[in-house]
């Protein structure tokens, strides 16, 4: 079975700054693929950003870029010139090639501060 | 991109009766549709996962007689929480995953049921 661990529930950061979600996971699968969505508050599921693990490079979408350490089994999640609407809870995800089940960590709120 | 339509987006019954969740993909077939519940502030865990034609698969735990999912077509399938109690009160997610990229999930809005 697979796992997810995001170790800060809560941070914040001020706008226009850089501010860097982590995440961990568990697993003995070779080939996978790694998420982070947004939850704001409306409380509908945005996908943020993904990757491949069989992908050396690291995923980047405009402000939103990753840190994939394979080896580490690590996941972190830099959004640079935070702004308010980025206010939200994140969750990192893991998903199955062959299943296409997910496995969610527990979550890290932002909140991002004028 | 890929939309899933989940309704009612909110709902209100009285306990004991039943409530039906349904959700949909508008523009793709879903290979798997999952469903999720999620309590505030927490993570989502998922309850089932749903293939079309077929039984679903529920996670440990999860009452597939209180729970049914029915997965009728390739752009549909229901959750009825079945004798609904308040403890059942609470946010319920769908996902779909796309037959040809069975990886990336797509999200209903969601259902926030109350049970009174």
């Known amino acids: 079975a697979q796992t997810v661990t995001q170790s800060q529930p809560e941070m914040s950061v001020q706008e226009a700054e850089t501010v860097t979600l982590s995440c961990t996971y568990d697993t003995s699968e070779s080939n996978y693929y790694l998420f982070w969505y947004k939850q704001p508050p409306s409380r509908q599921m945005i996908l943020v950003i993904r990757?491949?693990?069989?992908?050396?490079q690291n995923a980047t979408e405009n402000r939103f870029s990753v840190n994939f350490q394979k080896a580490a089994k690590s996941f972190s999640l830099k959004i640079s010139d935070s702004q308010l609407g980025d206010t939200a809870m994140y969750f990192c995800?893991?998903?199955?090639?062959?299943?296409?089940?997910?496995?969610f960590g527990d979550g890290t709120t932002l909140t991002v501060k004028p | 991109g890929a939309v899933v339509s989940q309704h009612p987006s909110r709902v209100i019954c009285k306990s004991g009766t039943s409530v039906k969740i349904e959700c949909r993909s508008l523009?793709?077939?879903?290979?798997?549709m999952f469903w999720y519940r999620q309590f505030p502030k927490q993570s989502l865990m998922l309850m089932a996962t749903?293939?079309?034609?077929?039984?679903?698969?529920?996670e440990q735990g999860v009452e597939k007689d209180k729970f049914l999912i029915n997965h009728a077509s390739l752009t549909l399938s229901t959750l009825t929480v079945t004798s609904a109690h308040p403890e059942d009160s609470s946010f319920y997610i769908c996902?779909?995953?796309?037959?040809?990229?069975?990886?990336?999930?797509?999200f209903g809005q969601g259902t926030r049921l109350t049970v009174v």
């Open positions: 990757q491949e693990a069989y992908k050396q």
């Open positions: 749903s293939n079309e034609g077929s039984k679903a698969t529920y």
């Open positions: 996902s779909a995953t796309v037959r040809e990229i069975n990886t990336e999930a797509f």
């Open positions: 995800a893991f998903t199955n090639t062959n299943a296409g089940k997910s496995t």
């Open positions: 523009d793709f077939q879903a290979t798997t």
